[in-house]
């Protein structure tokens, strides 16, 4: 960006679909990296899904019930199946081995939803950093993924996504940044970040 900004080209012309798509049953998207906007994308594709009429779940992995977050207030009055299955931060942790025992459990939750094939949609929000921190084992939660029933689409959002993650997913975008409120001192905004 910045001195890429005044770079000036022309529309494409030429169509860029290529003649040889198909259509998957389902599949797998990771969004990663430093850069805001990784779970609200997520949230995008969850309402998506939802117009579209299907049964959507949702784990969160940091986030605990007692946080009163935007999405899930949407979520719930759409009918998704939503679980905010966290502890909160690790920074405000009292004992770190109790959340991952949390976040084992918290897994499990989400493993069932997977393969219970019920959802057309499973996110699996802030999964990554329970795979980096050693709290779940990524082999276990890539073979969840891979080995899912046909018609469930997964969404897995968190930064330093581990690579197996990266491998198992048809789709990976980097959220990288540029420019944060917070590094001016801007807090958190209801309705924009929560």
């Known amino acids: 960006m910045g001195e890429h900004s005044e770079h000036v080209e022309a529309p494409p012309t030429d169509d860029p679909i290529r003649p040889d798509l198909h259509r998957a049953p389902s599949v797998v998207v990771l969004n990663t990296g430093d850069g805001k906007g990784k779970s609200t994308a997520a949230f995008g594709v969850m309402v998506r899904a939802i117009a579209r009429g299907w049964n959507v779940a949702v784990c969160q992995f940091i986030k605990s019930n007692e946080w009163k977050v935007g999405e899930e207030a949407l979520g719930r009055q759409l009918g998704v199946d939503w679980h905010a299955l966290g502890d909160g931060f690790t920074w405000n942790s009292d004992d770190l081995d109790t959340d991952r025992t949390h976040a084992e459990s918290a897994w499990n939750v989400a493993a069932e939803l ?13 999964l990554t950093y329970l795979c ?3 709290w779940l084992d990524t082999d276990v939660v890539v073979k969840a993924i891979a080995d899912r029933p046909t018609n469930v689409n997964i969404v897995v959002t968190g930064r330093d996504a581990p690579q197996a993650l990266v491998d198992v997913a048809d789709t990976v975008t980097e959220m990288r940044p540029i420019k944060h409120a917070y590094d001016r001192g801007i807090r958190a905004m209801r309705g924009i970040d929560y």
């Open 132 to 134: 980096t921190w050693g």
């Open 114 to 126: 997977i393969a219970g094939g019920e959802h057309q949609l499973v996110v699996l929000d802030e």
